[in-house]
């Protein structure tokens, strides 16, 4: 009898949550060029925020957890 192993709730979850999370990608991309025929200006818009989010998520990919908590406390001084 085969020995399978047991998968952790945190591995599904991981899972689901990257699955669910791709297809609301793709569905505020499709949604997004829906607009952008309809409504150029605001499509244009709306791509360079998406543009803007891929930018900030890599670069915060590349920073360390201290660089970022660092960054977040200049960032809350600054403004509150």
Do not use: C, H
């Amino acid at each position: 009898m085969p020995n399978y192993k047991k998968v952790k709730s945190q591995v599904r979850e991981g899972f689901l949550d990257r699955f669910f999370g791709k297809i609301a990608t793709k569905a505020a991309e499709k949604a997004t060029k829906d607009i952008q025929k309809k409504d150029p200006e605001l499509g244009n818009l709306l791509k360079r925020a998406a543009d803007l989010r891929k930018r900030a998520d890599q670069r915060l990919s590349k920073m360390t957890k201290q660089e970022r908590d660092d960054e977040w406390e200049s960032l809350v001084k600054k403004y509150m």
